[in-house]
């Protein structure tokens, strides 16, 4: 479990006496917030300085040299409003953590409490925590793993791997931080919801394939026509340990542009392969573009009457893919190592399969897998699109126009469909080949010359 700043078991000692109190030794925490944080900081440079008496009273040092968050406060806010109403609002809120969380601790979702519901203020409080950088390491995080934090700090430092896809996190993440001071969040809850599978999904054999569209963009983007709303859903390309970072890989830059979405991080061990997580009600705030090193903020999401979205409907698939960027994929395809095409399977199929009264009217996904963490595209594609036929949902892939894999899956899927293959005789003959079998450089035309007879 995650003790809160606000737990009377979360002790620090008063450094710069900050409290009226002489004790010896630790003190509540929560006493030395409050002294902290009240009055709110009125300027940069004294929001900067509660960062840095939190991080030193928490950690003994600071977190980062804070230049790149005090270059945004100073250059792309508009500080008499932040300071003179959204800050002090926000302080407000994160105050509020005793109520709002009266147990004083966040438990872990498990397979035993697999489900939780939270209202948007406590949603918001958290965020604001995050921001503050008042909570602990989480349990399951190895303590000297930087990447992987539980807080907002890592957008904080001058030197960033993506900082236009940084900016773009802190657009976000302080528009958020002025609807949530002006009350104009949504408020429909929010809800965390992991998914266990007990074993592989059996497949009927004689179920035929659903109807695929193929969207194809000629820049990659991250906006709210490629989300799953009204009422589908979105795959998160996530790493087992998900949630958000300082790059611009999918699942970074849907988490970034969606601060409600922060604090799932805080409730997820890392995932076991046959878990997913998937977090509905998240509204987004801001749409990038690009991809990589050349992503970059795009337009803030408007909140007016004219929004078209229902964003208690929106639907965050988190579902880690294989990493088999390890392997020599010039020499052998890991994908076709023994049980990892049903790993694969059983991921997407209990993504594709957790809706709740109708089966997704459409899930949005692409290259699951196949960037970083080095996975097959072909053979990917097949397991996804497999795996919505069996969960009774239609995919939307999404790819770029660079090369030919659009038209060669277009070209498959067409074939598929008109020829009545069935899910079960293409999964089995990628069951039965081999990691460096010849027929694996093209899953496609190997599929085709077996079914074609």
Not at 160 to 171: D, F, G, N
Not at 221 to 243: E, K
Request: hydrophobic residues 40%; contains cysteine.
């Amino acid at each position: 479990m995650l003790r809160l700043p606000s737990s009377s078991e979360t002790l620090a000692d008063d450094r710069f006496s900050l409290t009226d109190l002489e004790a010896e030794g630790p003190i509540s925490f929560w006493l030395i917030l409050r002294q902290i944080l009240v009055p709110a900081a009125q300027s940069s440079s004294e929001l900067i300085d509660a960062l840095n008496t939190i991080a030193v009273t928490l950690r003994g040092h600071t977190d980062s040299d804070n230049s790149s968050l005090r270059q945004f406060l100073d250059v792309e806010l508009e500080a008499q409003s932040f300071f003179g109403t959204t800050w002090p609002r926000c302080v407000e809120i994160a105050l509020e953590m005793p109520i709002l969380f009266p147990n004083g601790y966040l438990p872990p979702l498990s397979r035993e409490t697999p489900s939780q519901i939270f209202a948007p203020r406590q949603i918001a409080c958290l965020v604001i925590h995050q921001f503050l950088c008042t909570l602990p390491k989480l349990p399951w995080v190895p303590i000297h793993e930087e990447e992987n934090s539980q807080d907002l700090h890592i957008w904080y430092a001058g030197e960033q791997p993506h900082p236009k896809a940084v900016r773009a996190y802190l657009t976000a993440l302080f528009t958020f931080f002025e609807r949530v001071a002006s009350d104009s969040v949504a408020p429909h809850s929010i809800s965390l919801t992991l998914y266990t599978a007990p074993s592989t999904p059996h497949i009927e054999s004689t179920l035929l394939f659903k109807p695929i569209s193929i969207t194809e963009l000629e820049t990659p983007s991250v906006d709210t026509s490629l989300i799953g709303l009204p009422s589908g859903a979105c795959v998160i390309s996530a790493n087992s340990s998900i949630g958000f970072g300082r790059t611009a890989s999918q699942e970074e830059m849907h988490v970034g542009c969606t601060p409600q979405s922060l604090p799932v991080k805080l409730f997820t061990p890392p995932l076991k392969d046959n878990e997913v997580m998937v977090l509905r009600g998240c509204a987004a705030v801001v749409e990038m573009i690009g991809y990589g090193r050349n992503a970059e903020l795009a337009s803030i999401v408007p909140v007016d009457a004219t929004t078209p979205h229902d964003w208690s409907a929106r639907t965050m698939l988190f579902m880690d893919a294989l990493a088999l960027d390890g392997y020599d994929t010039s020499t052998s395809t890991p994908d076709l190592l023994p049980g990892n095409v049903d790993r694969e399977l059983t991921k997407a199929y209990m993504a594709f399969a957790s809706y709740r009264e109708a089966p997704y009217e459409t899930v949005v996904t692409g290259h699951w897998g196949c960037r970083a963490f080095g996975g097959n595209r072909e053979i990917k594609s097949l397991i996804q699109w497999s795996a919505a036929s069996m969960a009774s949902v239609r995919l939307d892939f999404v790819c770029d126009k660079s090369d030919s894999f659009a038209f060669d899956f277009q070209s498959f899927t067409s074939q598929a469909l008109s020829r009545g293959w069935t899910v079960y005789s293409v999964i089995e003959i990628l069951r039965r080949m081999g990691p460096t079998d010849p027929e694996r450089l093209s899953a496609f035309q190997t599929v085709r010359s077996v079914l074609n007879g």
